[in-house]
């Protein structure tokens, strides 16, 4: 495409800007002490889509937070592309763990971005890379390089599951019509090593309750007299794996699909060093299911993880107490085939059928989606290899990630289209941490690399 | 002792309101945000003693929270009792339990009370009960009945571990020599049950600490490949006790003292009614060691309790995170014969050893003390006994209590008398708990009986 690089060069410094007081809004779905924000942020795409030329975008209610959604139709004839993405961004504590405040964008060199990245909540994950779309889309539009039809679907909920876009998409299937869906929420191997996510894991994610007496007791009087919910919760959790780190909840693996040995040896070429992997983590040694490697044990295996756990006393100093109540989020990866719900059921039963006589134990299911697999010989994923090409000069590596964009399979089953997951980001970017980053060679890579994107679904789809 | 009924009857509401004043006051040892409330309690205690006739009372300066010393010198050749108190309380949280705020008492009828209790945090443990010898005292100064010698150390560090104390009693015996030391820190077992605690269980309190990776992890990206700290601190809590839920740590049991059958069968006689004791708690089963009732798990068997654990998200909504650190508070009841610093000992060594590869593990002691037992031929128990007979018309048993005053055994090692305690609290005073409470017959009781141990305590020593 004419002049892509100039007019990145040219607007450089524009593009960061607009992206850092998008990063100022804190949007955290999660905590509705953020209501306003999140709300706010919906304003702002909605104006940027605007600014960028789509014909109509409307802020569309739901009975969470609100989609933006814009289009613009220069021709049915044409393929139409619909980009997806989220204004939403996950809860940024704990909060001392931040070089710099997380809603106070800063440019900062480090060793995997020597041209800088901006530090902020939502930089990488998905604030940064849904406006990548945005701003491709400018370039597009200001040089009347806009190949085909364009549909963009933000937004506010996918941090918290997206529980209402599910809806908003089953009510709006013929609005949504498209050729080719497009995401850029994951991530790629290394700035010269790109790659494209071809597999999703699914997710199931639960509260557990753990209630022994109907109030706090004193650890002395009571003490080894009546069970204690939070000793209790620890073995019961403990108990979900067996000495080989294998999942114990009977009926998980069931639909577990085994690759073959073809499959592994083609994803273990994929570069990856183990010492630097434990270095950057600063961990002696890596832990997980027995039988499979690092990459397998975070792409392609189901796995369970604690993500929270607290009862009683958690303040300074001492407390000698039984709590009457102990608590655990915990969060279930899928792979392709385990159906969420399922297996949200089995967890729900094994986990009450496992509490001993003393306790009684409530599990809540929170929220959850499918995995998701996209073939390597689509339209799509040719056109976007062929991007890469160009920007990147390689040819990028197809490779499953083990994150999970719950609402991508409910495309494909309600909107019958595949989705190109086209990720600009880096493991190392710790989204979903303190001191969230994204490169902004990688930023600017990424609107370099859109438009061909664009370029090559239209050329290739005739 | 003469008119001591009326005497109570007369100043009864005085002695309830002067109380309530000192309850008011948020003594929270725990938390230093109460610092200034703790040294303020300090200043009160000092002045009661005052006003109730001591001759010299002074606030002794420690590395942390004074003690408050006082005397009362009569006669060098009568005995000399010292009273043992503490003015600081545990914290209060969680304070959305409390059906009336925790430092605004006030005073409620139950069941088990029902001439009305004080609640408030501190009213059982231990200020009220504490108080009950200064307005005893006051009775005595009051009429001229005091028999004997009287020193007082009111400390406010006993709900920390006494840190401080054990080196003020050390620095100090000549000071303190006493011929017995009374203390109201215990229970009873019901009103019309009148018992006399004759074994404390000691303490070990330590916190944990698991680390991981260095940084929070986004779960679908690490999950299942790195160790996760929180599912490997249950693991490591859980494997603590067995499945008959005997303490798995090497050493543990080795010094415990295993009573005689007719021990046993003499403690089984005390009231206790398993079905009420269920209800009031409102669990279906008890649950403990293998081979040991309910009683004897409270009081003559070691524990292992988890007082608190956290790490992770713990707010609104869902994170998918893994966390870098996980926590846990962890507090062992023991029984005499076991050394607390030994046990914190085997605990450390054990706990750091079953730490696998890929966390890193801290234990840090906190606090603890020996338990403690008094035989119930001395001068000191038959003085108390008699009391009791005096004011409750019955003959108190003797009890193993399963709480820890760890400063007890020390003081029998230093000063070289035994410790009577005299409890007035019921179990179900709830101390430690929301709702603490302590029963107005119980207060006025204790006010009735401590003057008459005075009595007979110095009659059985001439």
């Not at 440019?107 to 971005?113: F, G, Q, V």
């Not at 794996?241 to 009977?250: A, G, K, R």
């Not at 699909?257 to 992997?277: C, G, H, I, T």
């Not at 107490?321 to 385990?338: C, D, F, W």
């Amino acid at each position: 495409m004419k002049n892509i690089q100039s007019y990145i060069s040219e607007n450089k410094e524009r593009f960061l800007n607009e992206l850092i007081e998008l990063l100022k809004i804190p949007s955290i779905s999660a905590d509705s002490a953020y209501k306003n924000d999140v709300l706010k942020t919906a304003e702002a795409i909605k104006i940027s889509l605007e600014k960028v030329g789509c014909d109509t975008v409307e802020i569309c209610k739901t009975d969470g937070y609100p989609i933006v959604y814009g289009e613009k139709t220069i021709d049915k004839n044409l393929p139409t592309i619909l980009v997806y993405g989220h204004y939403d961004v996950q809860p940024p504590d704990p909060l001392e763990l931040w070089t710099s405040p997380p809603f106070e964008p800063v440019i900062k060199k480090t060793d995997s971005h020597p041209d800088g990245a901006i530090y902020a909540r939502g930089a990488c994950d998905d604030k940064g890379q849904m406006y990548m779309h945005v701003k491709a889309m400018e370039f597009m539009t200001t040089t009347n390089q806009l190949p085909c039809n364009v549909k963009f679907m933000i937004e506010g909920e996918e941090e918290v599951g997206s529980a209402n876009l599910s809806n908003f998409v089953k009510n709006n299937q013929e609005k949504l019509k498209n050729d080719v869906i497009l995401i850029s929420d994951t991530g790629m191997i290394a700035n010269d090593v790109p790659s494209i996510t071809t597999g999703l894991r699914g997710l199931s994610y639960v509260q557990v309750e753990v209630t022994g007496p109907n109030r706090d007791l004193h650890s002395g009087l009571y003490g080894g007299a009546v069970a204690n919910p939070i000793n209790i919760l620890t073995k019961m959790i403990a108990s979900l794996h067996d000495e080989n780190n294998h999942i114990t909840i009977p009926g998980f693996y069931d639909k577990v699909e085994e690759l073959s040995k073809e499959e592994r040896a083609e994803m273990a070429k994929a570069p990856f060093n183990l010492e630097n992997y434990k270095k950057a983590l600063d961990i002696d040694a890596v832990y997980g299911e027995e039988g499979y490697t690092t990459n397998e044990r975070n792409s392609i295996r189901p796995t369970l993880d604690v993500n929270g756990i607290w009862g009683g006393y958690t303040g300074e100093g001492a407390k000698t107490v039984i709590a009457s109540k102990a608590y655990a989020k915990i969060s279930m990866r899928l792979v392709p085939h385990q159906d969420w719900e399922d297996i949200t059921n089995l967890f729900k039963k094994h986990f009450e059928s496992i509490a001993p006589k003393g306790v009684k134990v409530k599990v809540t299911p929170h929220h959850g989606g499918q995995g998701y697999v996209t073939p390597i010989d689509s339209i799509g994923y040719k056109a976007a290899s062929k991007a890469y090409q160009d920007t990147f000069g390689k040819t990028p590596i197809p490779q499953r990630s083990g994150g999970s964009i719950p609402i991508v399979s409910l495309f494909e089953q309600e909107l019958k289209s595949k989705t190109i997951l086209m990720g600009f980001g880096l493991d190392s970017d710790a989204i979903h941490s303190p001191n969230e980053h994204f490169g902004v060679w990688n930023y600017l890579k990424g609107i370099e690399t859109i438009p061909l994107f664009y370029k090559y679904f239209t050329e290739l789809s005739k």
